[in-house]
């Protein structure tokens, strides 16, 4: 696997600064085919960055992690979007099992300790699946929550492995009119006001006027799941969704 030093990596960043999602895509493609994998929570505002794999690099393996707590909307809507773009899924599950976490820990860990639940639940069963591949698409956004505001297109992660987030610099406008321009179909719980949906115990709807993030976690200062900043944290980073 080829290694990306922080000299490499300044340049790529440079290189990218004003490339489109569609060029970083095809430079990840082939530069690591399918050692490269793209998360997905398969929600309204994934559907651009899926419908540009379905037509850059439809071969990615694109992941799902079930917690077991999804809606059955979401499950649906990432059938149908497997269907209609031509997806390579890949689902990835918890080492333990929804009964076994009721037994060790009991009900509603998800209110009690959200982080450890997410971190069971996500980013325990994604760091397995990342281990041996070289990148990790993800379509994180700097617009989404300060975390976020600090990446930057490509970024190290742990093993050399690396983050590449060719949606960085769009925002949520951006996203509402490429699914308007090429009429892609949206979560059929958007019509209720779901902007941005995870889970179900941790989701509610937006009301108006709200950040299109708020309804998750709510009434907790929690806004990552830690797979965007926990998974393949890189040597020496500090910040630990
Ligand atoms: S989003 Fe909520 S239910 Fe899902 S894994 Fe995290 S804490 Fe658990």
Redesign the pocket.
């Known amino acids: 696997m080829q290694q990306f030093n922080t000299d490499d990596i300044e340049s790529l960043n440079d290189r990218f600064e004003s490339a489109t999602a569609a060029e970083i895509l095809s430079w990840a493609w082939e530069q690591f085919g399918t050692m490269l994998a793209v998360s997905s929570s398969f929600q309204s505002q994934s559907v651009p960055l899926l419908h540009l794999i379905s037509r850059h690099c439809p071969a990615v393996p694109v992941v799902f992690l079930d917690?077991g707590?999804h809606f059955g909307a979401t499950l649906r809507f990432r059938d149908q979007l497997r269907e209609e773009l031509g997806l390579n899924i890949e689902i990835l599950h918890p080492e333990i099992q929804q009964n076994e976490l009721m037994q060790r820990y009991g009900e509603g860990?998800?209110r009690r300790d959200?982080d450890l639940?997410?971190h069971?639940?996500?980013v325990e069963p994604m760091d397995r699946y990342m281990v041996g591949k070289s990148a990790w698409i993800s379509g994180v956004r700097r617009d989404q929550t300060a975390h976020r505001r600090t990446l930057r297109t490509i970024e190290p992660a742990a093993g050399g492995m690396l983050k590449i987030h060719p949606m960085l610099a769009w925002t949520s406008r951006d996203v509402w009119t490429y699914i308007n321009d090429f009429n892609l179909p949206v979560h059929p719980l958007l019509e209720k006001g779901y902007f941005s949906i995870?889970?179900?115990?941790?989701t509610r709807p937006v009301g108006a006027g709200e950040d299109e993030r708020s309804g998750r976690?709510a009434g907790n200062d929690k806004t990552e799941?830690g797979i965007h900043t926990e998974s393949g944290r890189s040597a020496g980073d500090s910040d630990s969704n």
């Not at 995870?198 to 941790?202: K, L, N, R, V």
């Open positions: 917690t707590f860990l998800y959200p639940c997410c069971i639940n996500k995870g889970c179900a115990p941790c976690w799941c």
